[in-house]
């Protein structure tokens, strides 16, 4: 069966909201792996998702009494199997773990504030960086899978209403990307190289649009997203390899948190 096959359109209309994230990411998933390999194995996907998906049960029974829809646990179980790199099986399965347990954690009004995954992987990058990488890897030859899992992703957010994040996204990285293709002296092309590999392509589809985590405003949204370029164009300033993780690891709450303080100023204004 080829990509193109796997990631035929959806009827989104009919489809619940929370399958909609499940099947778009197990159609990148098979798409991806297929064209190009890039799971590690597939024992160390499935201890990752494992992970997320005891933690979340654990967690939700413990704090609320009853068991949780799986689709946010097995997008971030697949999202952690994807990215995460290392010989050992632990990284994975502490990696899903941490990423769960953050939405329980760090709560601000009712809700968490870091999208699950990024923090997780954030986290292992800081604590455990001997032990485990992030994948970055780009297509190479393979760029009509990469064409076909864009088109169909995007087409998906936009039938989701956010593809104005992604959108917003992506250009700002391409500005921000010219700008620093002049300041070091890189070529542009090597400069926007990272938007063809798989990394980005989870980042951009299911990091950056987390309804969880975005802004309830779309003017907002748009903000957001051009500050998480713009903080990851700093952070290739410095040579970070992991930049958007860490752009939106920063902006991300404190977005959140800048929001909230204005909505209560103009309240207490009015």
């Not at 792996?33 to 997320?52: E, P, Q, R, V």
């Not at 009494?65 to 199997?81: K, T």
């Not at 903000?223 to 970070?240: D, N, W």
């Not at 690891?249 to 100023?265: N, Y």
């Amino acid at each position: 069966m080829s990509s193109t096959q796997i990631l035929q359109p959806l009827r989104l209309q009919s489809l619940p909201k929370t399958m909609i994230g499940p099947l778009l990411i197990t159609g990148l998933l098979m798409a991806a792996h297929l064209s190009f390999g890039i799971l590690d194995t597939w024992s160390k996907l499935f201890t990752a998702i494992g992970a997320t998906v005891l933690t979340e049960q654990v967690l939700h029974r413990f704090m609320t009494g009853s068991w949780r829809n799986l689709s946010s646990s097995y997008v971030s179980g697949i999202s952690a199997g994807i990215l995460v790199r290392s010989p050992l099986f632990w990284p994975f399965a502490l990696t899903g773990a941490i990423s769960i347990a953050s939405k329980y954690v760090f709560r601000y009004r009712g809700s968490h504030i870091w999208n699950p995954t990024n923090f997780g992987i954030v986290v292992m990058l800081i604590l455990a960086s001997d032990h485990m990488a992030v994948l970055s890897i780009q297509w190479g030859n393979n760029m009509w899978a990469m064409a076909v899992i864009w088109l169909v992703g995007l087409f998906t957010i936009y039938k989701v209403n956010r593809f104005h994040i992604c959108a917003t996204y992506i250009l700002a990285f391409l500005a921000f990307a010219f700008l620093r293709s002049g300041v070091t002296g890189e070529l542009f092309l090597a400069e926007i190289a990272p938007l063809t590999g798989p990394m980005y392509q989870l980042f951009v589809l299911f990091m950056i649009t987390d309804p969880k985590t975005t802004l309830p405003t779309k003017r907002g949204q748009i903000v957001v997203a051009v500050l998480i370029a713009f903080t990851e164009m700093i952070f290739r300033f410095f040579e970070a390899v992991y930049a958007p993780f860490y752009g939106l690891f920063i902006v991300g709450p404190i977005s959140i948190f800048v929001w909230h303080w204005l909505q209560d100023r103009k309240n207490t204004v009015s």
